[in-house]
């Protein structure tokens, strides 16, 4: 039997629920149902029913976009094709970043050149970053679509590009390593910058530059708070235990690819840091 008492207790519970656990594997999700325009809307157009979505940059604006919620955790997925042309100083990014004024952020930053890319990665926890790594491409980037992942559970943080796991960041706070506390965002975005380029200028006779994207749903826990009953849950797939390190395959193909495509690393720049930074030591 349930009274009014009952019923008014059930709503009180309901209005503490700021989280809702959300696992959604539907790759052919629309734009539109996790995403949305966060600049330069006249610069981004709609493909195969808004699954795919593609970003421009030219000399009057970029544009970019970002997931409607915040996550905890998850397995967040995109594809995407880069442009062609002369890229030079063009930067096309997917990222997570923290709702709240504690920084945290995991990237994935595509720095373009004169025919090639470089794959820049940084890691941000508790507002400390300059933790950069960067590859380069073992396939061009710009001929198809390829799968950029980035992993977040309790455990670890692992950077994929298609299968291949190519930076872990693990949770080992008890170190005093700072790890991503606060829920994030998934975003995308084309723009130009500085720092990409050492000072050479962009070469806006190859634009309008275009970065094509696909994959809009999100395997993640959406939350308000990263509350760790819900976003830590073993029930959710990217907290399961085949998840929480590398297996001796996917270290295999780690290792490979550090060792051939791996262009610089904060962990080995000791003019930068005298003293190797402690996750320096476990990551690999
Ligand atoms: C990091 O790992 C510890 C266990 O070693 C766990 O208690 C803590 O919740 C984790 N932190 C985050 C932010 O996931
Ligand atoms: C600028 O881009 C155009 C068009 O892609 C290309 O033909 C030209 O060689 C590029 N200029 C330089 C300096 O690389």
């Given at each position: 039997m349930s009274s009014p008492m009952d019923y008014c207790l059930m709503g009180f519970f309901a209005f503490l629920v700021v989280f809702v656990v959300h696992a959604n594997a539907a790759w052919g999700a629309p734009f539109e149902q996790n995403y949305m325009v966060e600049y330069g809307s006249d610069h981004i157009q709609y493909f195969e029913g808004h699954t795919q979505v593609q970003l421009t940059l030219d000399q009057t604006s970029g544009s970019g976009f970002g997931s409607k919620a915040g996550y905890g955790s998850g397995f967040f997925q995109m594809r995407i094709?880069?442009?062609?042309?002369?890229?030079?100083?063009?930067?096309?990014?997917?990222?997570?970043?923290?709702?709240?004024?504690?920084?945290?952020?995991?990237?994935?930053?595509?720095?373009?050149?004169?025919?090639?890319?470089?794959?820049?990665?940084n890691v941000f926890t508790n507002g400390v970053g300059g933790r950069e790594q960067q590859f380069s491409f073992w396939f061009d980037p710009t001929a198809d679509f390829h799968t950029y992942k980035i992993l977040w559970n309790e455990h670890q943080i692992v950077l994929f590009v298609d299968e291949t796991p190519l930076r872990v960041f693990k949770n080992i706070t008890d170190s005093g390593v700072g790890y991503p506390t606060q829920p994030m965002r998934v975003e995308g975005t084309i723009w130009s910058a500085d720092w990409a380029s050492n000072g050479k200028p962009v070469n806006w006779s190859s634009a309008p530059f275009q970065a094509n994207y696909q994959w809009f749903g999100i395997d993640g826990c959406q939350a308000q708070t990263l509350n760790p009953q819900q976003c830590h849950s073993p029930d959710l797939f990217w907290n399961g235990q085949k998840f929480w390190d590398l297996d001796a395959n996917q270290r295999k193909a780690y290792e490979n690819v550090r060792n051939k495509f791996l262009k610089y690393d904060y962990c080995l720049d000791r003019a930068r840091y005298p003293n190797v930074p402690p996750e320096c030591q476990v990551n690999g």
């Amino acid at each position: 039997m349930s009274s009014p008492m009952d019923y008014c207790l059930m709503g009180f519970f309901a209005f503490l629920v700021v989280f809702v656990v959300h696992a959604n594997a539907a790759w052919g999700a629309p734009f539109e149902q996790n995403y949305m325009v966060e600049y330069g809307s006249d610069h981004i157009q709609y493909f195969e029913g808004h699954t795919q979505v593609q970003l421009t940059l030219d000399q009057t604006s970029g544009s970019g976009f970002g997931s409607k919620a915040g996550y905890g955790s998850g397995f967040f997925q995109m594809r995407i094709k880069l442009p062609d042309k002369d890229t030079t100083r063009i930067i096309a990014t997917f990222y997570i970043i923290s709702v709240t004024s504690i920084h945290d952020e995991i990237d994935f930053e595509f720095l373009g050149g004169n025919e090639i890319f470089l794959l820049h990665t940084n890691v941000f926890t508790n507002g400390v970053g300059g933790r950069e790594q960067q590859f380069s491409f073992w396939f061009d980037p710009t001929a198809d679509f390829h799968t950029y992942k980035i992993l977040w559970n309790e455990h670890q943080i692992v950077l994929f590009v298609d299968e291949t796991p190519l930076r872990v960041f693990k949770n080992i706070t008890d170190s005093g390593v700072g790890y991503p506390t606060q829920p994030m965002r998934v975003e995308g975005t084309i723009w130009s910058a500085d720092w990409a380029s050492n000072g050479k200028p962009v070469n806006w006779s190859s634009a309008p530059f275009q970065a094509n994207y696909q994959w809009f749903g999100i395997d993640g826990c959406q939350a308000q708070t990263l509350n760790p009953q819900q976003c830590h849950s073993p029930d959710l797939f990217w907290n399961g235990q085949k998840f929480w390190d590398l297996d001796a395959n996917q270290r295999k193909a780690y290792e490979n690819v550090r060792n051939k495509f791996l262009k610089y690393d904060y962990c080995l720049d000791r003019a930068r840091y005298p003293n190797v930074p402690p996750e320096c030591q476990v990551n690999g």
